[in-house]
C-alpha cells in the first residue's frame, strides 16, 4: 500500500514563501509609486509566473526522454 496522502505536498512551504515575498513587493512597489493597484496586479502575475517555474523546477520528470515528442507539431 501506499502511504496516506497528508493533503499538503512536498515543498509547497518554499513556493509559498516565495510567493508571499513576491506580493509583499508587489505591495511595497505600488505603494512607492502611489498606485497599489498596479503593484498588486504586477504582484499577481509574477507570482503566477513563480508557480509555473518553481514547479517546473521541482519536475516529476526531470530527464525524461520521449523520443516521439519534437515540440509543437501540427
Request: charged share 15%; aromatic share 12%.
Amino acid at each position: 500500500m501506499s502511504e496516506p496522502r497528508t493533503g499538503w505536498p512536498k515543498g509547497r512551504i518554499q513556493w509559498l514563501l516565495g510567493t508571499v515575498v513576491i506580493l509583499a513587493g508587489g505591495v511595497l512597489f505600488g505603494l512607492i509609486w502611489g498606485q497599489l493597484w498596479i503593484g498588486l496586479v504586477l504582484a499577481f502575475a509574477i507570482s503566477i509566473g513563480w508557480l509555473i517555474a518553481y514547479e517546473s523546477w521541482r519536475g516529476r520528470h526531470v530527464g525524461l526522454e520521449d523520443p516521439d515528442d519534437n515540440g509543437a507539431q501540427l
